[in-house]
């Protein structure tokens, strides 16, 4: 089955980094690009960045421009957001997207979330 | 960055009704619109891309429309199931914006 999973909640404190793995499985990770998003309480979803599957290439939203790094490592994405702050608590999604086949960026896969919370 | 209006905000409709949710984009995405539904505690599920493609096996009562400025969402005939919140976000420019959302209830 084709799954996107990711690691556990966090919670952190101010100042602080965190980094949230996803795994892919039951399709070929190369083929595909992983998006990363967050969603705070009563939001709706919002794009933080995204990486190439294939080449590892990423494109970085210009409010986390600094904040954020993505890498891939085998079939799993990894997520770093640095210099925490309190409204920086959201639950973090990936999610794939045929970009690589298709040049579109639609989110046609979305991992179960990872509830980040930053507090003192 | 481009922004995304969704209207209404809430949506009050009964099993059976047909419902149609409006996008607006703030200028030209082409056909580079998807939706997606959320039931709360779950993440987003993709239901439509390039506006009018409906994902994978999705219900056939959703159907997607639009092109340029303005897009629709609608569902023929609610179901139980159907009662979430709808987003619509463009994948044109790098920002990848999404709407505020409608929430479809009782």
């Known amino acids: 089955q084709v799954h996107l999973v990711q690691s556990g909640d966090e919670v952190k404190k101010p100042g602080a980094s965190v980094k949230v793995s996803c795994k892919a499985s039951?399709?070929?990770?190369?083929?595909?690009?992983v998006s990363w998003l967050r969603q705070a309480p009563g939001q709706g979803p919002e794009w933080m960045a995204w990486i190439s599957g294939h080449n590892g290439k990423t494109e970085y939203a210009q409010k986390f421009q600094g904040r954020v790094t993505l890498t891939t490592s085998g079939n799993t994405a990894y997520m770093e957001l640095t210099s925490l702050r309190r409204d920086d608590t959201a639950v973090y999604y990936c999610?794939?997207?045929?970009?690589?086949?298709?040049?579109?960026?639609?989110?046609?896969?979305w991992g179960q979330g990872t509830q980040v919370t930053v507090s003192s | 960055d481009i922004q995304m209006t969704q209207s209404p905000s809430t949506l009050s409709a009964s099993v059976g009704d047909r419902v149609t949710i409006t996008c607006r984009a703030s200028q030209s995405i082409s056909n580079h619109l998807a939706w997606y539904q959320q039931k709360p505690g779950t993440a987003p599920n993709l239901l439509i891309y390039?506006?009018?493609y409906l994902h994978n096996a999705d219900p056939s009562r959703f159907s997607g429309s639009g092109s340029g400025t303005e897009f629709t969402l609608t569902i023929s005939s609610l179901q139980p199931d159907d009662f979430a919140t709808y987003y619509c976000?463009?994948?044109?420019?790098?920002?990848?914006?999404f709407g505020q959302g409608t929430r479809v209830e009782i």
């Open positions: 039951g399709y070929p990770f190369s083929s595909y690009g």
């Open positions: 390039k506006a009018s």
């Open positions: 976000q463009q994948y044109d420019s790098s920002s990848r914006t």
């Open positions: 999610t794939r997207d045929p970009k690589i086949l298709t040049g579109y960026y639609y989110l046609e896969l």
